[in-house]
């Protein structure tokens, strides 16, 4: 019980730190093993995002043609949270930026890149903020 109430505090602290610029959805999925991410983006073979985006030609709306890079969302944003349980139950905020695939965060993508990009094609007026939230037992 304290892990959650630790990670919900640290939501609605980035929640409201983004309601300054107006309404925020929040969207929260949580998980364990299963919320990490373990898509590799690099690498010029089968099995990998660049190959898939820059090969095969799947998923456009990733790429960003203009600038040669991996696309940005101008609405919604990637905060990813994680916890470990135990008697400390400890949280920390691992990174808050709009929606890309960054690879100096992290060299793995994971369950927030299709669901945060189907809620940007959604071009909903209000800013949506998307939390993958990881809560170790």
């Given at each position: ?66 600038t040669k890079a991996y696309a940005v ?43 945060g990009w189907a809620l940007d094609a ?16």
């Open positions: 019980m304290i892990r959650m109430l630790t990670t919900v505090g640290l939501l609605s602290a980035v929640a409201a730190s983004a309601a300054k610029a107006g309404k925020v959805q929040v969207y929260i999925m949580m998980g364990q093993s299963n919320m990490l991410g373990e898509g590799h983006v690099a690498g010029t073979t089968n099995g990998t995002l660049q190959f898939a985006v820059q090969t095969e030609h799947k998923y456009p709306y990733l790429w960003d043609a203009a969302s101008k609405t919604v944003r990637d905060v990813a949270i994680m916890g470990s349980g135990g008697a400390t139950a400890k949280s920390a905020l691992h990174h808050n930026e709009f929606l890309t695939v960054n690879t100096t965060l992290k060299s793995t993508i994971g369950p927030e890149l299709g669901i959604l071009n909903v007026r209000v800013r949506v903020c998307a939390c993958v939230c990881c809560v170790y037992v």
